[in-house]
């Protein structure tokens, strides 16, 4: 709990330092104290969902494991307050089924509530002129992205903006804070899906292919996140160092959580969601801009 007041407190202040910068231009008369508390609750909506996402799961599944434990990050150095959050297996999953499902949870309710972050975001906007516009591209904002500057699935849920809010097509185009807690999301829902060691993404993957497959997978996630500063991208670069450096202390090295049932094939259904693990992993990718 404490952890979790304090990531609430680091995001709420992240949120109020990225209106003090812009709110001048979006909307002089709102509170700025209000607009931190929108950002704050839109992103840790997504991120509490994720975890929310794991509870329900190992509650179903009857796994013993602890509370999320949030990561709170300094402001300064993490530019949306926390770095996520964890939970911790206390015994080993029973199955590869089980194994699957406590994987694919997270990211499926997170993916699910960045969805509707983002549809509140659009329906709760601040409509903006061209001159507006301009001043805030002067101060580092970017409008009119596609993908991969954005989420792909963004891009889709942009043609929404018509019917949910008429009057935005008068606009030159419209700012919310929940627009950038959802780009976060989107970030966090990507790496938490790279098939890589003890993510989620690495979760399923073991389950699906085993052992080899994960080893396998591990490495060519690794190495696919270093491969956009090939073209002068290296957003990704930090995570994956991070994560090198937690496998290098790792007492298992590449290998992932493994299922005291490692014979047993997933189900004919899990297979399904296994491909929609990886639609959501393409359409959560983006090279943000910071």
Do not use: C
């Amino acid at each position: 709990m404490v952890l979790f007041l304090a990531s609430l407190g680091t995001v709420f202040f992240a949120g109020f330092i990225l209106w003090n910068a812009l709110g001048d231009i979006i909307a002089p008369s709102a509170n700025p104290y209000s607009e931190g508390g929108v950002f704050a609750i839109g992103l840790m909506a997504i991120i509490g969902l994720h975890e929310f996402g794991h509870q329900v799961a190992t509650r179903y599944h009857g796994l013993d494991a602890t509370l999320p434990y949030f990561i709170p990050g300094p402001p300064s150095l993490v530019p949306f307050g926390p770095f996520g959050a964890v939970i911790s297996l206390r015994e080993p999953p029973p199955t590869r089924d089980q194994l699957f499902a406590l994987g694919l949870s997270g990211p499926l309710v997170g993916f699910a509530a960045m969805i509707g972050v983002f549809i509140a975001a659009i329906v709760f906007s601040y409509p903006l002129s061209g001159a507006q516009v301009g001043d805030l591209m002067n101060r580092g904002v970017t409008f009119g992205n596609s993908w991969p500057t954005e989420p792909l699935i963004f891009s889709l849920l942009d043609n929404l903006a018509p019917a949910l809010r008429p009057d935005l097509l008068s606009a030159s185009s419209n700012y919310s804070q929940l627009f950038f807690a959802t780009q976060i999301g989107a970030l966090l829902t990507f790496l938490n899906l790279i098939p890589a060691w003890q993510l989620d993404g690495g979760h399923i993957w073991r389950a699906t292919f085993g052992a080899e497959g994960h080893r396998i997978a591990t490495i060519l996630g690794i190495f696919a996140l270093f491969i956009p500063a090939l073209f002068n991208y290296t957003g990704f670069i930090g995570f994956a160092v991070l994560l090198l450096i937690f496998m290098s202390f790792s007492r298992r090295g590449l290998a992932g959580v493994e299922p005291l049932d490692d014979v047993s094939p997933i189900s004919d259904w899990r297979k399904v969601m296994f491909i929609f693990g990886l639609v959501a992993l393409f359409l959560s990718f983006s090279l943000i801009p910071f």
